[in-house]
């Protein structure tokens, strides 16, 4: 548009675009009619205000690559560095001179910083009259985004303080500029800002932290926040400006001010300069590169390139593979960047300064003496490359004959003498040269290696390629040339590195299993997530690494986000969006249900996942019923989904959920787990509830407390949600009936957990009008007084119970009530009662709906137990075994513990103390594998006895004591046996004074 007024074909005036605010504007509007800039001048600005004519027209620099990535909803969240930069003073300056004049100052200035930003990959989001603000990392996520921010901050100083100068040699006043710069999270979003201008932009706290650092800087410098230092602090220099009030910030902010480059490029210099983990594994990798080195060293040259993704290792391998060939040879590296693409040979100069010693501070002249010393140094017949590499390190002097040169000779001319510097070189000593990061190489650079890989045959050089699945190359084909594919670590590999990360303190094993399990072998990643553990606490290293907390999962570091984000981002837009659908739907992705919820058929669907597999993010699994896929990372998964915003989030899990109940109609029972989180994420608590308590249940009779224990807690945080009525009170009750029976496992019968439960189910029963809503209450209430030792109370209750079930004709609490009548009963010396209600226990329990609920083989060997004080010796052995044998195959743990428990009680009364230790034995090993601490001291209990009966005294008494000791901290459940037992070991022992004051004490007790 720049300069356009009338259309080439029809001759009819074109519209323009208001600079200040992207409104169109007729092509003869000498006005803008929607800010009231002046337009006269735009349509006359020549080729030198074209760029801003074209950022500010355009707004934004949407590259082919960008507008796909742009959202097509209504916005993504992204983790992104702004930059804000604003020439000081302008307002003053605009009041001292005419606009056209002002325009004349202001906008050259305006210019070279939309260059910088631009220079950087940065995407300018605005553009204000006399500023603008910047944005790297979005459209397209970068994952190095903070550092390009600094670079395009530094060369727009640099290149304000050169303009400055030339205004004050014109006489003029001399303009200044601060930079801010802060890193985080924003929601960017497309705006419609006039019926055919679309703004892209960001909204977010961090990007306003920003702005207030623009405002901080002092003059001609640029502030950044203490995050943006802590992701670049190595890459650049920065000076602390202590901490500083910030408007709108309730606490000090820590400021920074950038001031120039840091020794650091890459970031495995930078991982090297944190100091490197041991190096694990790769010895087939360093196999290869040695027989490589070897060939070439003998002058058959070679090429090894080392092919994986982000963090895998490629960088390390060369590294340690350098180490050990220093000696023979000479290495030199190259190392392409991620903002580098449009810099040409920027790798090669890196490695030229490198090789000719030329440091950061050498002046012009230096530079060149170095540069023709060590050439001229190395072979006189090189004279003639000279000039070819002044020129491409910018040391060329006025009369530089090349200027006039054809620019494609020049550069065949350049590349030929850098092959034979080279070359030369090896003639002296076998040559390594490592060029880092292809997938970011420039043309120019590329063009030079391609030179080099095909004349390097018969030379003393073995180059060292690394680069990411995503580079395309044509070498594959060639005999010098050998790729290895680097896996992440494998499991050894990867616990050795976490042994020498984290040190071997048993207590860390779970931490390093969620980091294995969480990175996948990852190194950089596991190494990040260390990092990211000891920055917030976490962990503390005190001489060695000890957690502070316990950790149930791991967030995602900030650089693993920047590195995934970045991959994700190059997706077309249309496989983006599906990667973030499969992120909602979860890890198991079953190709049915991703059809339902991205509502597109199977045919259009498949190229998208094929791609999607290709590009290493999914994968297929084997699965009976249809095509499945899953995450190849969970940590890619858990980007994806966070890019999400909240509201798109919530519809996908609800589309899902529905998917799922309508493809899966016939076994929700398969699905409920799964159901429950999509309907919670989804705020559905009604139907989120009626799938927790399903998920609940099964993990209930599953054995799985713990699981049951988390589905109930945050089932209970859906029912807060609900307004207060039957429906609510019901299903609250449900849940905490299931927490009752997993507290009574976990915590013990008369626990203060189990108590707590069992009060509030009562309370929900009567505020629900009693009767039958009571029963669950009341039935574990029963179970409680058995516990206590108050049976007679109890019983009466049961037999309440009993009446009250039988009226609701459910199998399940006939079943219960009559077992804990049967316990209470045989509490009370009632065998016979015990006896009938067991079995009728047994015949409720045996209806198909409850055979999972272990009941069954605790009530036959209660019933045993009943018997046998009957004198019925045969009958109680045989239904004993009967009970033992069925509680082994139901797999229900607990159930198995209670019933090995009564079976030594058995052995007990039977006098058979053997038997009795070995089934208290397994009893006790059972229970302490499983959490179920009060089962365990009842059977270490029983266990003591026997010892005390096998004439173990000693070890009696010290069992008898432990297990009186933690059911003393549990409600004191049963502990007349052990007690008046260890008084009998007393006694035995001849310590007849203690077993008299213990027993005492314990009547004294009650
Ligand atoms: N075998 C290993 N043993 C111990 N640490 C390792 C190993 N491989 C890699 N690491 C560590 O993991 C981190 C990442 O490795 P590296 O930088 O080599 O990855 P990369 O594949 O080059 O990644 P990128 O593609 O981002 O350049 C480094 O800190 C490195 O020291
Ligand atoms: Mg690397």
């Not at 100083?157 to 999270?185: D, H, W």
């Not at 020794?263 to 930078?270: A, C, D, E, S």
């Not at 000279?386 to 065949?412: I, T």
């Amino acid at each position: 548009m720049s300069g356009k007024r009338f259309c080439a074909e029809c001759g009819s005036p074109l519209a323009i675009r208001c600079p200040q605010c992207g409104v169109e504007t007729s092509a003869n509007a000498k006005f803008c009619a929607d800010c009231g800039t002046a337009l006269a001048a735009i349509a006359r600005q020549g080729s030198d205000s074209s760029a801003i004519a074209s950022s500010t027209a355009k707004k934004i620099r949407i590259t082919p690559e960008h507008a796909d990535a742009l959202p097509s909803i209504d916005g993504e969240r992204k983790t992104v560095t702004a930059l804000f930069a604003d020439i000081k003073g302008s307002m003053e300056l605009m009041e001292d001179f005419d606009p056209e004049e002002a325009r004349t100052i202001i906008d050259p200035a305006l210019k070279l910083m939309i260059e910088a930003v631009h220079r950087y990959d940065g995407y300018i989001v605005q553009s204000t009259g006399d500023g603008i603000f910047a944005l790297f990392g979005a459209p397209v996520a970068h994952e190095d985004h903070p550092q390009p921010a600094l670079y395009a901050a530094l060369r727009l100083q640099e290149q304000l303080s050169r303009y400055s100068g030339q205004l004050r040699a014109r006489g003029k006043l001399p303009l200044q500029a601060r930079a801010g710069i802060n890193t985080g999270e924003v929601v960017v979003r497309s705006l419609q800002t006039g019926t055919s201008h679309t703004e892209y932009t960001p909204i977010g706290h961090s990007t306003s932290l920003a702005a207030r650092m623009q405002a901080l800087a002092p003059v001609g410098s640029i502030a950044a926040t203490g995050v943006t230092r802590k992701l670049c602090e190595g890459y650049f220099t920065f000076k602390s400006l202590g901490p500083t009030l910030v408007k709108g910030v309730s606490e000090p902010v820590e400021l920074y001010e950038v001031t120039g480059l840091g020794p650091l490029r890459t970031r495995f210099q930078r991982a090297a300069a944190r100091g490197l983990t041991k190096f694990v594994g790769r010895q087939r990798e360093i196999e290869a590169l040695k027989h490589a080195a070897e060939l070439a060293s003998a002058g058959h040259g070679q090429v090894v390139a080392a092919m994986a993704e982000p963090g895998v290792g490629k960088s390390r391998l060369f590294h340690e593979f350098k180490l050990v060939s220093e000696s023979e040879w000479m290495t030199l590296e190259a190392f392409s960047v991620s903002h580098g693409k449009a810099s040409a040979y920027l790798p090669v100069l890196d490695l030229l300064r490198d090789y000719f010693h030329i440091a950061a501070t050498d002046d012009s002249r230096t530079r060149r003496e170095k540069v023709t010393g060590r050439v001229l140094a190395l072979d006189r017949s090189l004279e003639d490359a000279l000039p070819y590499l002044f020129g491409l390190l910018g040391l060329s002097e006025g009369d530089d004959s090349l200027a006039q040169m054809d620019p494609q000779l020049r550069r065949r001319r350049t590349q030929e003498a850098i092959k034979r510097l080279l070359f030369r070189e090896s003639l002296n000593q076998p040559l390594m040269i490592i060029f880092e990061d292809l997938h970011w190489i420039d043309g120019e650079t590329q063009s030079l290696l391609n030179l080099l890989v095909d004349s390097i045959a018969t030379a003393r050089i073995l180059l060292l390629l690394n680069y990411r699945p995503e580079y395309r190359h044509e070498w594959g084909s060639r005999t010098l040339y050998t790729q290895l594919r680097l896996d992440p670590l494998g499991h050894v590999s990867a616990e050795e590195m976490l042994d020498s990360l984290l040190g071997a303190a048993p207590e860390l094993a779970p931490l390093k299993r969620l980091i294995v399990e969480r990175t996948e072998g990852n190194p950089f990643f596991m190494e990040e997530a260390m990092q990211a553990l000891l920055d917030e606490g976490a962990l503390a290293r005190n001489g060695e690494i000890k957690l502070i907390r316990p950790l149930a999962e791991l967030k995602i570091p900030p650089t693993v986000q920047a590195v995934l984000a970045a991959r994700i981002d190059r997706l077309p837009a249309a496989e983006k969006e599906l990667l973030q659908t499969l992120a909602v739907i979860g890890k198991d992705l079953a190709l049915s249900v991703i059809g339902a919820v991205a509502g597109q058929s199977e045919a259009r669907l498949e190229p998208m996942l094929t791609d999607l597999q290709l590009g290493e993010f999914i994968y297929e699994q084997p699965s009976l019923g249809g095509t499945e896929y899953t995450f190849k990372h969970a940590l890619t998964q858990g980007v994806t989904y966070n890019s999400l915003l909240a509201e798109r989030r919530r519809a996908l899990h609800e589309r899902t959920a529905r998917a799922i109940e309508t493809l899966y109609l016939h076994q929700l029972e398969d699905r409920c787990s799964s159901l429950f989180r999509h309907y919670s994420l989804a705020h559905q608590p009604v139907k989120a509830l009626r799938y927790a308590h399903m998920t609940a249940e099964q993990a209930l009779n599953r054995g799985a407390y713990s699981e049951a224990a988390s589905t109930v807690e945050n089932g209970l945080k859906l029912v807060n949600e609900l307004a207060e009525d039957r429906e609510r009170l019901g299903a609250e009750l449900t849940l905490r009936s299931i927490e009752s029976a997993v507290a009574r496992v976990l915590h013990g019968a008369i626990s203060l957990e189990r108590e707590r439960a069992v009060r509030r189910m009562c309370e929900l029963g009567e505020k629900l009008g009693g009767g039958e809503h009571s029963l669950r209450g009341l039935i574990a209430l029963c179970n409680i007084l058995f516990n206590r030792g108050e049976s007679a109370r109890g019983l009466e209750l049961a037999q309440r119970c009993i009446a009250l079930a039988e009226e609701t004709a459910q199998a399940d609490l006939l079943a219960a009530a009559h077992e804990q009548a049967g316990l209470l009963a045989h509490g009370c010396g009632k065998q016979k009662e015990a006896i009938s209600h067991m079995q009728a226990a047994s015949d409720a329990s045996r209806s198909a709906a409850l055979a999972s609920s272990g009941m069954l083989p605790r009530t036959v060997v209660n019933e045993a137990l009943a018997l046998q004080l009957l004198g019925r010796v045969g009958e109680a052995a045989n239904l004993a075994e009967e009970g033992l044998r069925r509680a082994r195959e139901s797999g229900h743990l607990f159930s198995l513990a209670v019933a090995l428990i009564n079976a030594a009680g058995l052995c007990q009364i039977r006098r058979q103390p053997e038997a009795q230790l070995s089934h208290a034995h397994e009893a006790m090993v059972l229970s302490e594998e499983n959490g179920f601490a009060q089962w365990r001291a009842i059977a270490q209990s029983v266990h003591g006895i026997a010892l005390t009966e096998l004439g173990q005294l000693d070890r009696a008494v010290a069992e008898l004591q432990e297990s009186i000791a933690v059911m003393e901290a549990r409600g004191r459940p049963f502990r007349q046996a052990p007690i008046a037992h260890l008084a009998r070991c007393y006694s035995m022992m001849n310590r007849t004074d203690e077993a008299v004051s213990m027993l005492d004490e314990a009547l004294a007790d009650g």
